[in-house]
Structures are given as C-alpha cells and as structure tokens.
C-alpha cells in the first residue's frame, strides 16, 4: 500500500527507467552517481573510500554521502542499473517513512485508521518533498525518526531489553543516513529517558535494569553508526580529501542557512532565505509544518494528556531547527545591546566545533514525525466523536492538497533525465574532459558526473562541479581568465598540448549548457587539437591522439623531505619541501628552511599559489613569504588565492595585498572577489584594498 503511494508521489519516475527524481540544476547528478560510485568498489572488492575515477590525474579520498542507501540498493544497482537503483531507494524511503508513522501513532493509541492518515501525512511532508527535488538522497531517510520514537515509546511501556536494542538500532540508522538526524533524535530523546529515569528514582522504582538498558540501546547505536561515521570522518581528514569541508566557512554559511520561525507556519512558497536571488543557488528548503497537521495535533494535545510530554520535545525540535541566531524577516534579530539573539542551537555549534553542523532546518526533523503522530491521534479522537466515513476522506484530502498546493513543495516532483549520449562510447582508456566547467552558479555541471555511469573513465572534477574544483591544473591554470575567477579558455601551446593528450583520450563540449562559452572553448582547443566532431544531438568532441613523448613529471607528486637537505637544495627546488608540508611532516623546520629562501620563495611561490590542490598550510607560508619578500606580480598570485575556501587563506591574502600598490586591473579583480565574499572582515578589508 505504502509503496503504491509512493509510486504515484513521485509520478512518473516510478515507471521509467530513463528519468531521475530530482531537479536537474542542482544535487541530483552527485547524489545518483554515488549509487554507482559505490556499486563500482564493491565489486572490485574494494571499499569506497578512495578513488581514482574523480579528481583526475591523481584521485584522492572520497566516501560517498549516501553510502548506506548505496549500500541497501546494491542489488537493484547490480540487475537495473543506478538510475532505478536510486529513484527505487528514494520511492522506499517515503514507504518507511509512512510506516513508520503509522506504528509511531499505533504505539501511542490504537490500530486504525488514523494511523493510516498519520503515515500518509508523514509521508507526503512539504520537508520531504522539497528535499526530493533538491535531489539531497541522504537528507530524504526520514523513516528512521519516527522508528527510533516508536522504539522509544515500546520501551517506556516495557523496559525490556529487546525494545532497548531496537531503540539503538534505529538510532543508529538515523545517524549513519545523515548525521543530522541521529543528532536530532538524540537531542530530543535524552531529556525524554532523563525525565522518567528522574521519576523512576522519587517514586523508589529499582533503576538498573533501566540503566543497564539505556547502556545497551546506545552501544548498539554505536555498533551500527560506527562503519558509516568512521569512514566519513576519516575521508575528510585524509591529506588527499576531495571534498574540503573547512570549519572556518561555519559563520558564513549561518546566514545562507538562517531559518525564520514563520517557515514552519507559512504557507506558499515562502523561504527563510531565498537562495536563487541571494546566492544564484535554485534550493528550495521549508520546515511547514501545515496547517490541517497543527489543527489536528492542537485537538490532540488538548484531548490526550499523556501525549503533552512529547509535545514539548516537539516544540524543542523546531526551536533546534531554527539555528544558532534567530532569523527574522531576512535579518538576524538583535537584543538592546545589539547582540545577536543566541538560540540552543548556537551552544550545540560552540560544544561541537569540529563537526560540519552547518543546516539546522534538518533538525527539526523529530518535530514533523511528531507532529504527523499527534495530527493522527487527533483524527482518532474526531472518528470516535464522528464516526462517519466521509471523515477520513475530508482530512486525507486536506492534508494532501495543503501539502501539494499550498506550500513551497512542487509536484509534481521535478526530474532529470537519466540518458546518456553515445560520445562517451568513443573513450579510451585515458580520462574524459567534459566542458564548460561551470554555468554561472548553477551544478548544472555537475551531470558530468552521471556521465561517468556510461564511459567508466576517470574525470578532473570533484563534487560540485566548478572550475576551482578541478584536480588537474596543469589543463585548468589555461582555462582561467586573468581576473582568477572567470572561466576564459585560451589556446594550449608546447606541453601542455602534451600533457592533455597524455591524460584525456576524449574532451566534450556540451554548447547546451552555456553555447557562448562554449564557442570560446571551439576557438581555443580547435587550433591545438584540429577540427572537432559533431554528435547527432549537438555535442562537439575531440577524440585526442596519444602523446609520442614519454609521460611528463607531475608536479603534485609526493615526496618526503630528508632532514639533511640543505637549504641551497629547497630552495632550487622548494615543492619536495611543500609537499612534505602538506603530509605534515617537520613542518616547523621546513618552513623556516623555506624563509631562508627570500625572494626565490616568493618567486616560486608566484606559481605554486595558483595551484588548485595545495593545502591551507602551504597558501599560507606563501602569503607569508610574499609579505616578508615582495616580488613584482605577488598581488595577482595574492589575489588567486582569494577564490580559496579557506576563511583564514583569504584574510591573509586581504591583508597583504592592503600593503600593496595596486593597479586599476588588480583592483577591477579584487572587486570581483569582493562581490562573491560573505565574510563582513574580509570584504572590509578588500573594500580598503581597493580604495587605496
């Protein structure tokens, strides 16, 4: 049954093996390829964790986000291929999320039909809905929470061990889907086994079994997040990451993803920041709760004492849910003093700094289960008064159409096709460049991703296609224009010819996804590359000829430095030196070997600086060298590394170049980086830069 409603919300995907759910100019392209990324590495035997397929030429670290839907739909992936494989997790992901809710709603009452009406509301959540179609595949396992309260209430009414083990398995679940809601779901339960662990203690109840209990649920809940939690942890921290999440971007990603209260009680498409204007992002996120679902829940609350409880961890949800500062009318609220109204969010973030908890909406997330129940437990009560059997239908229907009609959700649900061009049949055994690399700020690009599933070849990029995130500068450096930002191709000369000819069998050039840029490309590549070919629906491709010469030195090669290499030695040749650096090894002595250097550091630094892979250690002994030693193009260098992520790159670099004498040009580049910085310091100290 629940299935079957399944199908038909995500109509039409569940009947074409030729579509995606999700919108094709965000996260879908990632989130899809991820099912045949780990797929891939299972049957090589391998686990996925590292990879040469991204990050070309050298590939790096990389654990999938929906690794363990990955996981469960491995047998799908293995007879139908990942385009079912994915639509297939997602359409039973809402199925659990109904059951779920309707076991939720049976454990707090009785079996009926309202527990029916509760899974459907659960299930057809505008959160969820909004979610699908941002193609976020982890952010849609809500089916977790309401099996973790389901278990949590089966243990309140038994204290037996088996429900304890329950509880901490679907805890477990719900973390290792997305940390958000394992967080989430601990946050809320804790004061709720607090709270009767207290009572069990004044009315002299004996507590150990309850204890031992409570010790068993959370190590089992450990056992089953280890696996996922581990592997993400360590993907992250390993030196040759491909996806950087640097802590120093929490503060500016807090107003990105502010969340104004009124999201939760605002109908139509109403955003807490409107993404597509602010940022060029089409996300479209919304915490609704809806207005049938608070009605119901309200005559619930006020008819049914012992659900009161859990309406307050309910309340606590959505006040988790709404971030670390309160947000209102696209403005941080502000005390007399003019500080900024903290919430309990903002000391979860001070307790845990290390962890990327970065969208709070998501932690809400026990509120919208809770919620469904209690609009179900309300329904139970009106069928009792009003058993007539019209009454389900009126409030099916009204849930349903506040859900598809009134709110920020669209249905039906966006899709993207899962079709991919016969081009990439031409690849051989080299890695496949797919161009433009971006489209404005749109992951438009990101489809390149997808397109692997076809030719199985390595690609440059990494998640979150751009043409920052690329792992082969050598071709990319050609591809940026003099601003450091703008993607301007220019025509490849000398080695370089050589080099791409040595890594890429087949470039592809897609002029449906931005047709100027695209004419630049043609101009640029046709005279190193000859003539391309055209595909039948528009693409333009070159197959390259192999390179004659024997393979070129790759400059991001590894090596070790020995403790008794003389300074005359670094500084002749002073990447051995950062490459030690950024492995972390005697970084203290390398770099006040380095300094040593003077101006040969800063003169190489001009060219290492723009490279894209270097780590947050090495741009900043560069920027130091280049205020210790100015050479004559520092500020362009200086500039470059204002497109890092790293907050802390990008104040330095703001600082030095405030101590330069800046050309009209420089400051024309500068005014770039200034329009795309989020960090009020930085962008002041830019502004200053510039009007000096």
């Given at each position: 049954?629940?299935?079957?409603?399944?199908?038909?919300l995500?109509?039409?995907?569940?009947?074409?093996s030729?579509?995606l759910?999700?919108?094709?100019?965000?996260?879908v392209?990632?989130?899809?390829?991820?099912?045949?990324?780990?797929?891939?590495?299972?049957?090589?035997?391998?686990f996925?964790l590292d990879?040469?397929?991204?990050?070309?030429?050298?590939?790096?670290s990389?654990?999938?986000?929906?690794?363990?839907g990955a996981?469960?739909?491995?047998?799908?992936?293995?007879?139908?291929?990942p385009a079912?494989?994915y639509?297939?997790?997602?359409?039973?992901?809402?199925?659990?999320?109904?059951?779920?809710?309707?076991?939720?709603?049976?454990?707090?009452s009785?079996?009926?039909?309202?527990?029916?009406?509760?899974g459907?509301a659960y299930a057809?959540?505008?959160?969820?809905?909004c979610?699908?179609?941002?193609?976020i595949?982890?952010?849609?396992?809500?089916e977790?929470?309401?099996?973790?309260?389901?278990a949590?209430?089966?243990?309140?009414?038994?204290?037996?061990?088996?429900?304890?083990?329950?509880l901490?398995?679907?805890q477990?679940l719900?973390?290792?889907?997305?940390?958000?809601y394992?967080?989430?779901?601990?946050?809320?339960?804790?004061?709720?086994?607090?709270?009767?662990?207290?009572?069990?203690?004044?009315?002299?109840?004996?507590?150990g079994?309850?204890?031992i209990?409570?010790?068993?649920?959370?190590?089992?809940a450990?056992?089953?997040?280890?696996?996922?939690?581990?592997?993400?942890?360590?993907?992250?921290?390993?030196?040759d990451?491909?996806?950087i999440?640097?802590?120093?971007?929490?503060?500016?990603?807090?107003?990105?993803?502010?969340?104004d209260?009124?999201?939760?009680?605002?109908?139509?498409?109403?955003?807490?920041?409107?993404?597509?204007?602010e940022?060029?992002?089409?996300?479209?996120?919304?915490?609704y709760l809806?207005?049938s679902?608070?009605?119901?829940?309200?005559?619930a609350?006020f008819?049914i004492?012992?659900?009161?409880?859990?309406?307050?961890?309910?309340?606590?949800s959505?006040?988790?849910?709404?971030?670390?500062?309160?947000?209102h009318d696209?403005?941080?609220?502000?005390m007399?003093?003019?500080?900024?109204?903290?919430?309990p969010?903002?000391?979860?973030?001070?307790?845990?700094?290390?962890?990327?908890?970065?969208?709070?909406?998501?932690?809400s997330?026990?509120?919208?289960?809770?919620?469904?129940?209690?609009?179900?437990?309300?329904a139970y009560?009106?069928?009792?008064?009003?058993?007539?059997?019209?009454?389900?239908?009126?409030?099916t229907?009204?849930?349903?159409?506040e859900?598809?009609?009134a709110?920020?959700a669209?249905?039906p649900?966006?899709?993207?096709?899962?079709?991919i061009?016969?081009?990439y049949?031409?690849?051989?055994?080299?890695?496949?460049?797919?161009?433009?690399?971006?489209?404005?700020?749109?992951?438009?690009?990101?489809?390149?991703?997808?397109?692997?599933?076809?030719?199985e070849?390595?690609?440059?990029?990494?998640?979150?296609?751009?043409?920052?995130?690329?792992?082969?500068?050598?071709?990319?450096?050609?591809?940026?224009?003099?601003?450091?930002?703008?993607?301007?191709?220019r025509v490849?000369?000398?080695?370089?010819?050589?080099?791409?000819?040595?890594?890429?069998g087949?470039?592809v050039l897609?002029?449906?996804?931005?047709?100027?840029?695209?004419?630049?490309?043609?101009?640029a590549?046709?005279?190193?590359?000859?003539?391309?070919?055209?595909?039948?629906?528009g693409?333009?491709?070159?197959?390259?000829?192999?390179?004659?010469?024997?393979?070129l030195?790759?400059?991001?090669?590894s090596?070790?430095?020995?403790?008794?290499?003389p300074?005359s030695?670094?500084?002749?040749?002073?990447s051995k030196?950062?490459?030690?650096?950024?492995?972390g090894?005697?970084?203290?002595?390398s770099?006040?070997?380095l300094?040593e250097?003077?101006?040969?550091?800063?003169?190489?630094?001009l060219?290492?600086?723009?490279?894209?892979?270097i780590?947050?250690?090495?741009?900043l002994?560069?920027?130091?060298s280049?205020l210790?030693?100015?050479?004559?193009?520092?500020?362009n260098a200086?500039?470059?590394?204002?497109?890092?992520?790293?907050?802390?790159?990008?104040?330095?670099?703001?600082n030095?170049?405030?101590?330069?004498?800046?050309?009209e040009?420089?400051?024309?580049?500068?005014?770039?980086?200034?329009?795309?910085e989020?960090?009020?310091?930085?962008?002041?100290m830019?502004?200053?830069?510039i009007?000096?």
């Amino acid at each position: 049954m629940w299935l079957l409603f399944a199908s038909l919300l995500c109509w039409p995907v569940a009947f074409s093996s030729d579509i995606l759910l999700g919108d094709p100019k965000i996260d879908v392209w990632n989130h899809a390829w991820g099912y045949w990324y780990v797929y891939q590495n299972i049957m090589d035997l391998h686990f996925p964790l590292d990879t040469t397929l991204v990050g070309a030429p050298n590939g790096g670290s990389l654990y999938f986000i929906d690794t363990p839907g990955a996981f469960f739909a491995l047998p799908i992936t293995h007879f139908f291929g990942p385009a079912i494989a994915y639509n297939a997790i997602l359409i039973i992901r809402i199925a659990l999320s109904a059951l779920g809710a309707q076991m939720l709603t049976q454990s707090l009452s009785l079996n009926g039909i309202h527990t029916w009406i509760a899974g459907l509301a659960y299930a057809s959540t505008p959160f969820l809905l909004c979610e699908l179609n941002n193609g976020i595949s982890e952010v849609c396992a809500i089916e977790w929470i309401p099996f973790a309260f389901w278990a949590a209430v089966r243990v309140l009414k038994t204290n037996r061990f088996r429900d304890w083990i329950l509880l901490g398995l679907m805890q477990g679940l719900a973390s290792s889907a997305t940390f958000y809601y394992g967080l989430a779901c601990a946050l809320v339960l804790f004061p709720l086994f607090l709270g009767t662990l207290i009572k069990r203690i004044y009315t002299g109840r004996f507590i150990g079994r309850y204890l031992i209990g409570a010790f068993t649920s959370v190590c089992t809940a450990l056992v089953v997040f280890f696996p996922h939690g581990y592997s993400f942890w360590t993907s992250i921290h390993k030196d040759d990451r491909l996806v950087i999440r640097d802590v120093s971007l929490h503060d500016q990603l807090l107003r990105h993803n502010a969340v104004d209260p009124s999201i939760f009680f605002t109908a139509g498409d109403f955003q807490s920041v409107n993404l597509l204007k602010e940022y060029g992002e089409p996300f479209i996120h919304t915490g609704y709760l809806r207005w049938s679902i608070i009605a119901l829940s309200l005559f619930a609350i006020f008819t049914i004492k012992k659900i009161r409880g859990l309406t307050i961890l309910a309340v606590f949800s959505l006040v988790l849910g709404m971030g670390s500062y309160l947000w209102h009318d696209g403005e941080w609220v502000r005390m007399a003093d003019g500080q900024l109204l903290s919430l309990p969010f903002d000391w979860l973030r001070q307790a845990l700094p290390q962890i990327a908890i970065t969208h709070p909406l998501r932690l809400s997330i026990c509120a919208q289960a809770l919620f469904c129940a209690f609009a179900g437990l309300g329904a139970y009560k009106i069928l009792r008064y009003t058993p007539h059997p019209l009454v389900p239908i009126i409030i099916t229907s009204a849930i349903l159409s506040e859900t598809l009609f009134a709110s920020a959700a669209q249905w039906p649900l966006q899709t993207s096709t899962a079709q991919i061009s016969s081009v990439y049949d031409h690849a051989d055994s080299r890695s496949v460049l797919d161009l433009p690399a971006e489209v404005g700020t749109s992951m438009k690009t990101s489809r390149y991703f997808w397109f692997q599933t076809r030719h199985e070849r390595p690609i440059p990029y990494t998640p979150d296609v751009r043409l920052g995130s690329a792992k082969d500068p050598k071709t990319f450096t050609n591809f940026i224009g003099s601003d450091g930002f703008s993607e301007e191709p220019r025509v490849p000369k000398g080695m370089l010819v050589e080099h791409m000819k040595q890594t890429y069998g087949l470039i592809v050039l897609h002029p449906e996804l931005d047709f100027d840029l695209s004419k630049k490309y043609l101009k640029a590549l046709t005279p190193a590359f000859g003539a391309p070919q055209e595909h039948k629906n528009g693409m333009v491709y070159w197959i390259l000829e192999e390179s004659q010469l024997p393979p070129l030195e790759d400059e991001t090669t590894s090596t070790s430095l020995s403790k008794e290499e003389p300074t005359s030695g670094i500084c002749s040749n002073p990447s051995k030196t950062f490459d030690a650096i950024r492995q972390g090894k005697n970084v203290k002595e390398s770099k006040t070997a380095l300094m040593e250097c003077e101006t040969k550091l800063s003169d190489f630094c001009l060219r290492w600086a723009k490279k894209s892979d270097i780590s947050e250690r090495e741009a900043l002994i560069c920027i130091e060298s280049f205020l210790r030693y100015r050479v004559q193009e520092d500020p362009n260098a200086l500039i470059h590394l204002l497109r890092r992520d790293e907050e802390s790159v990008r104040k330095s670099a703001a600082n030095a170049l405030g101590w330069r004498d800046l050309t009209e040009k420089h400051k024309k580049r500068i005014q770039s980086a200034y329009d795309k910085e989020r960090i009020p310091t930085i962008k002041k100290m830019l502004s200053e830069a510039i009007a000096r």
